[in-house]
């Protein structure tokens, strides 16, 4: 709020004033309850939701891709960087979600400050485009894979995957090991997929 | 910036001035702080679980307390199409009897196994009255884990009331039968030919499973309700009748003559140890005893002929009769268990009944004659006080941790609270309408929590928006900590809330189980990895091993089905992740979908009648691909040579 002239700040004060007595009036006039009762009715209540679905308790079941990725000490940057875009929430839903999980080494061969960069709160939206290009809402299996099959990924584009050898490429990373997850699979990828520039 | 606040603030006490003037109006019945007594945040969890029974509906529903929240309903007695409770190959053995397969159930009254008196939280018991059975709940799973039938009864309705360390459950019945003796006689030779039966559950302690001990032959009574003793009355168990008069007809009136029927006290202990010294007679009567086999995840149907029954003639010092005034309906043990309350509901006195001067009677023999052999105690020998004008019908009595009584008013609507030891009533309280039963969480055990008192109302009429003429019954929660009882909350019910349990949230939440691990699911028909799906004909039969998880079904294409084979899907939700149920729904289907937990098995048959594309898909919305969880079966003609054949992904 602006700050008042002092002319406007008593004015506006002998308004609350009055108007706090008038309402007092009336209000005990309708009212016959004891005073005790009127400090109950004006209790203020915390409606706020305590947590996404990341924060449920739960032992018993097997870990979803993020308690998998948060466990592994090669994806610590992915991690950070799935907290900073406020996806952690989404990738603990029941999905079902593809995850290429680039390691700490990927994003430590990105240029110079790079992650830093993508890591501020403004570039947000940019980081959220980069990590969305890594999770496909889908379960891929390696044993169904085709060769040149493209896959959608969450922020809309595509990635495609090539044979080679018997290995398999996604983009130009490859993908050196898979984790089934709860909700999905993680295939670990040593390069940071770039989505293509915006339209 | 500052116009619009102060055109907020005239909005707010203009609003606040309506508001408060259109209260008084129309004057609220409840206290200004009910709603902040009853309001459990977004989020934030119940204190205590209530389980009430669904009578006609034959289930049981979990509410939360204070809130009044329904949390689920649990099948038990019914068939339940959403789940395939009842439907499906493995729970279908679950709702066998000796009269066949029975689809519902009349359930009553919900008991929570006991140790030391108080409930703890392992089981949850509940009788069927119609075809007298007795199911075990876990609520571990929530689950119906096993339902016996009780031979030689009919209206199970004295029932399941467990003994103070769960060693048994104790049920009676309403109706007499001919039981020993020829089994088609003339309705008019009842007091000849009719007999009542008391049948002492056993309990296994480390499982739960349950067993027909022995049963008592009593004389042509209707008894109507039960209470184990506790403390002191341990090792007794208390019954109501009506109908000493033994009449067959028009009960109405004819059941309603005499001015005092009975209270039946039984020694359980002593019946054990007739049954232990061989005093009992072998009875050829033909029950079902079911229950879930947890390793195969499959219920299992076992049909049993043979049955103790103890003659009170043989047994001397078992069981005694106290007269009791006028048609009484509930029995109430007071925590310490040295005052039972039986409520006449055609009385205008509560008589309550001295557990020490009970047994002072039985040792000073002071009896005022016998009926059919069983000696009837002397009233006034065994009476600890009355408590005098409390209303009109009383039904049921609760209990809280004050010493304080409650008891329910049928006709006079309202509960009525009264202090044990002087027998004055203090308080009252209308509620709406018609209650029945009552319960004050743990306010049948040794320890209850005088906090609430629920009040399980039969009748609705105008509570709530009409919905036309079949109205939900209505459970009220009414504050019981004070002086006097304060009404917080009416919510509406599922079926008949017959009676109720409730207990501290901690007791139950902490074992309640998440998944079903795979590990351990030994179901012939399961399967444990996508690889192991299969389909197999064996004449025309077919079984098809299939699996689920997000978000695909294996195998989603099928061919080789044809008119006139009996298919059995046999699904298994290989999710190992909590509240990720899949569905199975399969057009056309006579039967039901299913509804599968992760890491069970579950078996739908199917008859397919038509050549045809039939479409299956996942019924329960389980990720954001559950719309393409989906697939076809081909059946061809009944004398076609379409070979079986499945895939995936072909």
Known sequence: MKKMTFRKRILYRSFLVILFFVSLTIYTGCKSESAEEEQQEEQVVDNTPKGGQASVQDE?????????????????????????????????????YTVFAPVNAAFDALPTGTVDNLLKPENKDALSNVLQYHVAVAVYKDVYFKDGQKLGMANGENVVLTKNGDKWKINDANIVGSVMASNGIIYVIDKVLLPPDKK | MKNINLKLFAAVALTSVVLGCGQKEKKSVVGNDAASKVYVEPGKYDDFYMFTSGGFSGQVNVYGLPSGRLLKVLPVFSQNAENGYGYCEETKPMLMTSHGFVPWGDAHHPALSKTDGNADGRWLFINENNTPRIARLDLKTFTTAEIIEIPNSSGNHPSPYPTENTEYVIAGTRFSIPITGNLDVPISSYKENFQGAISLIKVDKESGKMSLATQILVPPFDFDKNRAGKGVSRDWTFFTCYNSEESHTMFEANASQNDKDFVLAVNWK??????????????????????????????????????????????????YFMPCPKSPHGIDVSPTGE????????ASLIPVFSYDKMIKAIEGKKFDGDAFGIPILKYEEVIAGEVQKPGLGPLHTEFDDKGFAYTSMFLSSEIVKWKLGTWEVVDRIPVYYSIGHLMVPGGDSKNPFGKYVVALNKITKDRYL????????????????????????????????????????????????????LEDNHHPYAV???????????????????????????????????????????????????????????????????????????????????????????????????????????????????????????
């Open chain 1, 60 to 96: 018993s079941s097997e870990q979803d891709v993020v308690k998998v990725a948060v466990a592994s000490p090669d994806h610590t940057i992915l991690v950070t960087a799935l907290k900073a875009a406020g996806l952690v929430d989404v990738m603990a839903s029941s999905g079902p």
């Open chain 2, 270 to 319: 002593k019946a054990e140890e007739y049954l232990a010294a061989g005093k009992a007679k072998d009875m050829n009567s033909t029950y079902y005893h079911n229950y879930m086999d947890e390793s195969t995840q499959s219920a299992v149907s076992e049909k049993i002929t043979t049955q103790k029954m103890l003659d009170p003639k043989d047994c001397p010092g078992m069981i």
């Open chain 2, 339 to 346: 005052y039972i309350v039986a409520s006449g509901k055609l």
């Open chain 2, 466 to 517: 009409p919905t036309g003429p079949e109205l939900s019954q209505s459970a009220q929660l009414i504050d019981i900590s004070g002086d006097k009882m304060k009404l917080l909350l009416d919510f509406p019910t599922i079926g008949e809330p017959h009676y109720a349990q409730a207990v501290p949230a901690d007791l139950i939440m902490k074992n309640s189980q998440k998944i079903y691990k």
């Open chain 2, 528 to 650: 444990k990895n996508e690889s192991e799906t299969k389909v197999v004909r064996k004449g025309n039969e077919v079984h098809v091993y299939m699996s689920l998880i997000r978000s695909h079904i294996a195998p989603d294409n099928i061919e080789g089905f044809k008119v006139g084979d009996v298919v059995y899907f046999h699904v298994t939700n290989l999710e190992q992740d909590w509240d990720v149920p899949h569905g199975f729904a399969i057009k056309g289907c006579n039967n039901s979908e299913l509804l599968i937990m992760p890491g069970e098995t579950r078996t739908i048959k199917w008859e397919p009648l038509e050549v045809g594309i039939f479409p299956f898909y996942c019924s329960d919305f389980c990720s954001a691909l559950h719309q393409e969880m989906q697939g076809y079966a081909r059946v061809s003609p009944k004398n076609s040579n379409t070979p079986i054949k499945w895939s995936l992904n072909e």
